[in-house]
Structures are given as C-alpha cells and as structure tokens.
C-alpha cells in the first residue's frame, strides 16, 4: 500500500507567516490528494481537493500544489483561526489513507 | 443544507457487534459515494470503509476487513457500518462522509458529526 507522510508533524508559526506544510506519497498518485484542516473538537474540513483545487468557501490564503508524489499546502498568511491540525489524504485507488497530520499553533 | 447524521455507537464489550447509521439529507444521496473514517481519542483520521453510489464497489482498510460491513439504502437516505468482533483497538469516534463524486475515488466534501464506539470491558 502507498504511504502517506507528512511533515513536519507539529509547526508554530507568527500571525501573518506563510506557512508550507508538505505531503510525500511513497508512490505516484497523479493529483488524487486532498487537504483537510481539523479545527480543537470538532469535525474535519475539507480545504483543497485534486492537489490545487480550493473547496468552495475556503478563504484564498490556503493553497495547494504538486503532483505525482510530493505535495504542499501553503497558508499566505496565518490567521489566528488557522489553528488545527492539517492532514493529506490520497484518493487515487483504496486504501484512501490519511497522512498522520501536521499540528499548527501560533507563536 | 447538507447533513448527515450518525447514530448508533455505545459502549461494547470485546468481542461485540454494533450497526452504526448515517442519516443524509440536503443532497441526492443516490449520486455520491459515502465513507466512514474513524479517529481514536487524541489519534488522527483513519479510513475505514468506502461504498461506490450504487453500492457496487466496496472498499475495506485492512484493519477491519472481514470484521465491518458497509451498505447503502439509497431509497431512505441512509449509510450504514455493521462492525463486528470489535476490539479495544477499534475504540473511536466514527465518522461518515461523503464523497464529493459517485465513485469513491473522490475526496470527503462534507462530514458528520461523528458517533463514538468505545470497546472495553
């Protein structure tokens, strides 16, 4: 099975940092990767879908990119809100697994 | 609105069944694809089980094939996850997702809630 690992697994960073957290696939996956963000206590958001594609709704400092085996989610700029933990998941053919997740907090 | 709706977790013993539901509205559910994802407590997410749109492909994490079973009413909105010989190590909250196409290659657009399974004696 294709493993999915994130890093780094905990960031702190200032208000109005850009922050870049990355996601390694240990094979190809074309673009089938999706971002999700999960806010203290409550239920996961999807951000970003098909690598680069932002969710409807999801402010314009998030993004996405790569393709094939390495990817990124970058926030612009960091907002008080984004605090969450961040995780990558691929969806190019079962098992549709998870990265073990990136903790973001504020300096 | 979209909205999903599980029901049906609970404290069980080792060795244990449940039926976990999800009620959907605000969609036609007939056209996506549903998941279920669990995270133990302080844990982060694992993919459990996906189901096509028509209920004709099915898709298990190794850790509970064999054990969990998941279906689809498409004539009353609803996903279900049959879990069996449960273990300490199933312990979680369950969510149901769905898919954002008919097929399950497809990222989870929206979730539920969550229901929480705890496995102890």
């Known amino acids: 099975d294709i493993q999915m690992t994130q890093s780094p697994s905990s960031l702190s960073a200032s208000v109005g940092d850009r922050v870049t957290i990355t996601c390694r696939a240990s094979q190809g996956i074309s673009n089938y990767l999706a971002w999700y963000q999960q806010k203290p206590g409550k239920v996961p958001k999807l951000l970003i879908y098909?690598?680069?594609t932002l969710q409807s709704g999801v402010p314009s400092r998030f993004s996405g990119s790569g393709s094939g085996t390495d990817f990124t989610l970058t926030i612009s700029s960091l907002q008080p809100e984004d605090v969450a933990t961040y995780y990558c998941?691929?969806?190019?053919?079962?098992?549709?697994?998870f990265g073990q997740g990136t903790k973001l907090e504020i300096k | 609105e979209v909205q999903l709706v599980e029901s049906g977790g609970g404290l069980v013993k080792p060795g244990g069944s449940l039926r976990l539901s999800c009620a959907a509205s605000?969609?036609?559910?007939?056209?996506?694809?549903m998941n279920w994802v669990r995270q133990a407590p302080g844990k982060g997410l694992e993919w459990v089980s996906s189901i096509s749109s028509s209920g004709g492909y099915i898709y298990y994490a190794d850790s509970v094939k064999g054990r969990f079973t998941i279906s689809r009413d498409n004539a009353e909105n609803s996903l279900y996850l049959q879990v069996n010989s449960l273990r300490a190590e199933d312990t979680a909250v369950y969510y149901c997702a769905r898919g954002r196409e008919g097929a399950t290659q497809a990222a989870f657009d929206y979730w539920g809630q969550g229901t929480l399974v705890t496995v102890s004696s």
């Open positions: 098909a690598a680069s």
């Open positions: 998941q691929k969806y190019n053919s079962a098992p549709y697994s």
């Open positions: 605000g969609f036609t559910f007939r056209s996506y694809s």
